[in-house]
């Protein structure tokens, strides 16, 4: 079975453009989570979809970023326009039922904003 | 406020020795979940304790939480070079999805 997948697995990006991240779940999965990392500090929790619901977005830390998740399937976070602060690895996860919290993370994206 | 740190924050040893790492949080929780991070990978998860279980095995990790004192660890036995990794422990809350992490202990192994 395919674990979660992430693209890129790096991006390497000037101040104030547009990235999107891409993360697909594993198949059957309806929770699906974005967490980061900034150098240095603790990983945290951006939002949580339950299929293609927001079901909490209360980690995203401000109106540049956009998360979706159409379909239920696949989620995107677009960050627009990128400030250097939004460095770090951006993870996700994803996880099979409601009350099951094992979540399985994928490898990461490294956003890198110079 | 951040819940689940680590100490220590380094710790290197030497390969067949054992590794202790620490986790302390703040607030009542449903669970806590070590994982484990290689350079450049995802993160991997290890074990989860419930609220109401005080020790935990699996292979040669053992884990325990103590939920008077709000802290839990991480014993890995017989390290080997392959355990040489970042390790977080992550707390989970009754009617919560989303996992609160510290920010890990680097543990390196030394042949």
């Known amino acids: 079975e395919a674990g979660v997948t992430q693209f890129p697995s790096h991006s390497v990006i000037e101040k104030g453009q547009t990235v999107t991240l891409r993360c697909d779940p594993i198949?059957?999965?309806?929770?699906l989570y974005w967490y980061r990392r900034v150098m240095g500090k603790e990983i945290k929790f951006l939002l949580h979809f339950v299929k293609e619901s927001k079901q909490d977005e209360s980690g995203m830390p401000n109106n540049r970023f956009l998360a979706e998740r159409t379909g239920g399937t696949y989620s995107t976070l677009k960050v627009q326009p990128a400030e250097l602060e939004d460095s770090g690895v951006y993870f996700c996860?994803?996880?099979?039922?409601?009350?099951?919290?094992?979540?399985?993370f994928g490898q990461g994206t490294r956003l890198t904003v110079v | 406020s951040q819940q689940g740190e680590e100490d220590p924050q380094a710790l290197s040893i030497q390969e067949g020795e054992n590794a202790t790492m620490n986790c302390s949080y703040k607030t009542s929780i449903n669970n806590l979940q070590w994982y484990r991070q290689n350079s450049g990978r995802g993160l991997v998860h290890l074990i989860l304790i419930r609220s109401n279980e005080r020790e935990k095995h699996s292979g040669r990790l053992r884990v325990t939480l103590d939920t008077s004192k709000k802290s839990s660890s991480l014993l890995i036995t017989a390290s080997r070079a392959a355990d040489t990794a970042s390790y977080f422990c992550a707390t989970g809350f009754q009617g919560a999805q989303k996992l609160v992490f510290g920010q890990g202990t680097r543990l390196t192994i030394n042949p």
């Open positions: 996860a994803s996880s099979q039922r409601v009350e099951k919290t094992e979540a399985f």
């Open positions: 198949s059957g999965h309806d929770n």
